[in-house]
């Protein structure tokens, strides 16, 4: 079975912190995928990476960064928090891209973070 | 830009009953639509994954089927459980890789 695990389930943190969200999956997938998701807003695409290295920006990027240095691992960055960033975090990967990748998009558990 | 709709936001059904859930989207150029379920405060669980050139997936009592043409999808409970009660999504992958979710159907099955 695939597995998507996230570093945390609960995160408070202060406005203002740098704040690392970390993903790992043990499937050798791809394509890894961070989203947000809000009441009434539906999951969102923050950033996505289809290798090491490489990044692509969601439809809402801003105050976010991402990094990828390992294929496993696929790290999300909140440069300076702020209140408006408090959300459930979830993170996916998938194993390919393109018409040849067709493939599922298996999630990790979340993290609810609040910023107050 | 694709958009994915997904209607009744929340439907409540006697236990036993069968259903149909329904999702529709704006662009047909599509390579997959996956459904998923969601429950509180979790990830998501991956429920079907149908690919663009297939007409149904199915999984227990779970049918997933796909109408690329018309641009909908409809997800079908056979014998509801209470277990079955959680928010159910789908999402279509683009051509361009993006994945687009719609907002889910929030099921309640009534013991």
């Known amino acids: 079975d695939v597995k998507v695990t996230q570093s945390s389930r609960y995160l408070v943190k202060r406005t203002g912190e740098k704040v690392f969200l970390e993903c790992v999956q043990d499937?050798?997938?791809?394509?890894m995928f961070w989203y947000r998701q809000d009441p009434g807003l539906g999951l969102r695409l923050i950033y996505f990476?289809?290798?090491?290295?490489?990044?692509e920006k969601g439809d809402i990027p801003e105050g976010y960064s991402v990094s990828r240095e390992k294929k496993e691992r696929f790290s999300l960055i909140l440069e300076s928090a702020s209140t408006n960033q408090t959300s459930m975090y979830l993170c996916?990967?998938?194993?390919?891209?393109?018409?040849?990748?067709?493939?599922?998009?298996?999630f990790g558990p979340g993290t609810r973070l609040t910023v107050t | 830009k694709q958009e994915v709709t997904q209607i009744p936001a929340a439907l409540s059904v006697p236990e036993g009953e069968n259903l149909v859930l329904n999702c529709s989207f704006t662009?047909?150029?599509?390579?997959?639509l996956q459904w998923f379920r969601q429950d509180p405060g979790k990830g998501l669980t991956s429920l079907l994954l149908?690919?663009?050139?297939?007409r149904e997936q199915t999984s227990g009592r779970l049918n997933a089927s796909l109408d690329k043409s018309s641009g909908r999808s409809t997800l079908y409970i056979a014998a509801s459980q209470p277990g079955d009660s959680a928010t159910y999504l789908c999402?279509?992958?683009?051509?361009?890789?993006?994945?687009?979710f719609g907002k889910g159907t929030r099921l309640h099955i009534l013991p």
């Open positions: 499937m050798d997938h791809e394509n």
């Open positions: 990476s289809y290798d090491v290295k490489m990044k």
């Open positions: 996916a990967s998938s194993l390919g891209t393109g018409a040849a990748g067709s493939y599922e998009q298996y």
């Open positions: 662009d047909s150029a599509i390579y997959n």
């Open positions: 149908i690919q663009s050139s297939q």
């Open positions: 999402a279509v992958r683009g051509r361009d890789d993006k994945i687009i």
